[in-house]
DNA sequence: TTGCGAAATGACAACGTTGTCATTTCGTTA
DNA sequence: TAACGAAATGACAACGTTGTCATTTCGCAA
C-alpha cells in the first residue's frame, strides 16, 4: 500500500500495528490454537498490510536448528541430476531446504575441507556425494554436532554411507550372462579413477571367480562410445569372446557398432550388456539389456539417513541400493 | 582432547580460555590486521583447542545477509546440471553458497509460491529455472528486498531475465542449411509445453519466412529417439526434403536411422541438424551437426546478475547467450 | 454479583554475533 | 622520565526471534 517501505518489517512493527504484544504476533506463526480468533485475524491483517516475512537468522538463533540440510558435490555428472531430484523432494517432504556446495573444477577438495566450510554454513546436517577417491577418506571424522552422510560405495570408519549396490549389479549381469550358457564375459570398464567403473570391473571379476571362470584382461574406456567402438574392434577378433558387459551404455552401444562393423551381429554372434540403461532415450528400438540404478532412491535415502541421525549424530549405518537388470533382447541364450 | 562437549562453543568461550574480551575474539576472526599478533595466536589456540566455529545465525542476524542465493528448479532435466555447475561455480568465487528448493512431481508450483517459500530461507536473492509457462508468469511481482533473476525465454515485465538464445540457433541452424543450397528445412519438435521446443520452432519459421519459405507442417516429436524415427520414416517419403532440423540430438538420430533404413543416406539424400551437442557420447564416429548451448555460462550469467543486482533489486536486464553450431558432416552443400 | 480455574496475553531474558564508542596499552619523542 | 598520539582492547547495546513465567481476561457455576 504505502510506498514508504522500512527496510524489514519485524515482528514488533507487527504487534504495534495491531495493538498486541510482539510474543502474541509469535504465536499467531507458531502457535495459532492458543490465540483467541479475533486476535489471529487482527495479527494476520497487519500482517498482511505491512508485509511481513519472519526473519530466518533470528528464529534460527533462538532455536537452535535451522531447517537446511547441506549438500556436497564432490562430483556432478548425468546421473547426478536424478539423485539431486530425489534428495530435494525427500527433503521438502520432512520441511528440509538444501544448501548445496561443489567442488570446483582443478580444486583438490578434502571430506575435512568440504566439512569446514559446510559448517560455515546453516545446516543441520550434510550428504556428500563423493564419486571418486580423496585423500582423506580413512582418516575422517565428521563434526560431531553435524550428522554427515557419504554417498559412496566404499564403507566408512565413522559416517553412515549410502551407495547404490555397483557390485551387485555387475555381479548380476555377469551371472545372467553365464545362466544364459555363456562361458566367459569380457569387462569394458570406464575411467580408471571413477569409483563405479572400479566397482562394476570387482563385481565382474567377483561373478567369474565365483564360477572358477579366469577373468580376462578387462579393456580401457572413458565412458564415451568411440572409446567403447575401439573396444569393440579388438573384442571383434577374439574367437571365444561371446559375450561382453560395458561399464555404461554409450560405451556398450560403441562395442555394437564397431561388432556390426566387423561382420558381427548382436545378440546372435555377440551379446552385450551395458550400464544406466539410457541408451533407448538416444538409440530407436534400442535392444541393449542394461543394469539401471535407482538414482533418485538413492538420494532419497541419504536424504533419510541424515534427517534419522539428526537426533543421534553419532550412529551408523550402511544402505545398499539395488540396480535393476532391464532385460531387452542383446543377450543370447546359448543352452539347448 | 577432553571429551566432555559443551553442545556450542561460543565466541565468549573462547574468549575466556584465551583470556581476552569476546570482542577481540570477532575482531582475531574479522579484522586480524587490528589484533596484535601475539593475541591472535592465543585467541587461535584456543579456538582450535575448543572447536570453535562460527554460528551462521547469529552472525547472519547481526549482518543482516546471509551470503546465500536461493536456487528453485521448477524443472530438473540433464541440462540443468551443466547450469547448477555454472551456477555453483560462479557462487563460490563470489564467496555465496547455494539454497535450494524443487518444484515436486505434480505440484503445481507458481512464481508466487516460490518466492514466499524462498523468502523464509536463508537467502540474498534467488533465481528461477524456469522451463514451462507458469499461470503467474506476467502477474508476479518479486518481493521488493530480494532480488530475483529468471531463467526463461520469455521476457518479464519486472524481473531480470536470463536464457539461452534458443531462436537464435535455431535460426542459425536453418540459415546454415539455406546458405547450402537447400530450398526448405522440415522441423521435429519436442514436446508441445516445452519451452524450449517452442522456441526452436519459431527460429526455424521465423528463418525460413525471412527468405520467403513457407515453412512445411513441424511434426511432433517428444524429445526421444522413437518419435524422431516415427518422423524419420515419415521425412523419407516426402521428395522434397532434403534438410531436417531436430529439436534434439536423439531425435536427430531416431530419423537418421528412420532414413537409413529407408535407404536413404545421411547427409548424400538428407542433410540433417539436432541440438545440444551430446550425440557423440552415445555414438562413435557421430557425423550429426547440432546446435549447442552453454549452459554452464548460462548458470554463471544468472548468478552474476542476482549479484550485481544485490545492491539494486530494482534494476531489471534481459540476457541473452548465444548458441555455437559445432559442424560436423551431417548436412550436405548442394551447391555447385 | 462473586469467585474460580482455564485460557489468553504480556514482560523480559536469552540465543551468539558485530557496531559503537570508551578505555587501556604501546612506542616515540621531548 | 613525562607526555603524547596511535594502536589495541574492552564494555555494552542491538539484531529479531522464542522460552519462561507472570499477569490479565474470560467463561461458567454458585
Known amino acids: 500500500m504505502a510506498t514508504m517501505d522500512k527496510k524489514n518489517v519485524s515482528m514488533n512493527d507487527v504487534a504495534i500495528a495491531a495493538g498486541v504484544s510482539l510474543k502474541t504476533v509469535s504465536r499467531v506463526i507458531n502457535e495459532p490454537d492458543r490465540v483467541r480468533g479475533s486476535t489471529r485475524d487482527k495479527v494476520h491483517s497487519a500482517m498482511e498490510a505491512l508485509g511481513f516475512r519472519a526473519n530466518f537468522a533470528a528464529r534460527s538463533l533462538k532455536l537452535g536448528r535451522y531447517g537446511c540440510i547441506g549438500v556436497v558435490m564432490f562430483h556432478l555428472s548425468g546421473g547426478a541430476v536424478d539423485m539431486i531430484d530425489g534428495i530435494a523432494d525427500a527433503a521438502e517432504e520432512r520441511g528440509f531446504a538444501l544448501t548445496m556446495i561443489k567442488k570446483r573444477a582443478g580444486e583438490k577438495m578434502t571430506l575435512a575441507e568440504a566439512a569446514r566450510r559446510m559448517s560455515q554454513l546453516p545446516v543441520d546436517g550434510m550428504i ?160 541393449l539389456t542394461s543394469v539401471k540404478f535407482r538414482h533418485r532412491e538413492l538420494g532419497v535415502r541419504a536424504l533419510n539417513e541424515v534427517v534419522a541421525g539428526l537426533e543421534a549424530p553419532s550412529s551408523r549405518s550402511r544402505t545398499l541400493v539395488s540396480g535393476v537388470l532391464v532385460e531387452r533382447s542383446s543377450v543370447k541364450d546359448l543352452r539347448a
Not at 585423500?135 to 547404490?164: G, N, Q, R, W, Y
Not at 565382474?204 to 573396444?231: H, K, M, T, V
Open 128 to 287: 556428500f556425494n563423493l564419486r571418486q577417491m580423496v585423500d582423506d577418506f580413512d582418516t575422517f571424522e565428521a563434526p560431531k554436532d553435524l550428522k554427515t552422510v557419504i554417498i559412496t560405495p566404499m564403507e566408512h570408519p565413522t559416517c553412515s554411507t549410502v551407495s547404490d549396490d555397483q557390485e551387485g549389479g555387475a555381479r548380476m549381469a555377469c551371472e545372467y550372462f553365464l545362466d544364459h550358457g555363456h562361458k566367459n564375459v569380457y569387462f569394458v570398464s570406464g575411467k580408471k579413477e571413477s569409483l563405479s567403473s572400479q566397482c562394476r570391473m570387482k563385481g565382474w571379476r567377483a561373478a567369474l571367480e565365483a564360477r572358477g571362470i579366469e577373468p580376462p584382461e578387462p579393456l580401457q574406456g572413458d565412458w564415451n562410445a568411440d572409446s567403447g567402438y575401439a573396444a569393440g574392434l579388438v573384442l571383434a577378433d577374439k574367437p571365444d569372446c561371446t559375450a561382453v558387459l560395458a561399464a555404461n551404455d554409450c560405451m556398450a552401444n560403441g562395442v555394437m557398432m564397431a561388432l556390426r562393423d566387423k561382420g558381427l551381429s548382436v545378440p546372435d554372434d555377440v551379446s552385450v550388456i551395458g550400464f544406466d540403461d539410457e541408451l533407448y532415450k538416444t538409440i530407436p528400438n534400442s535392444i
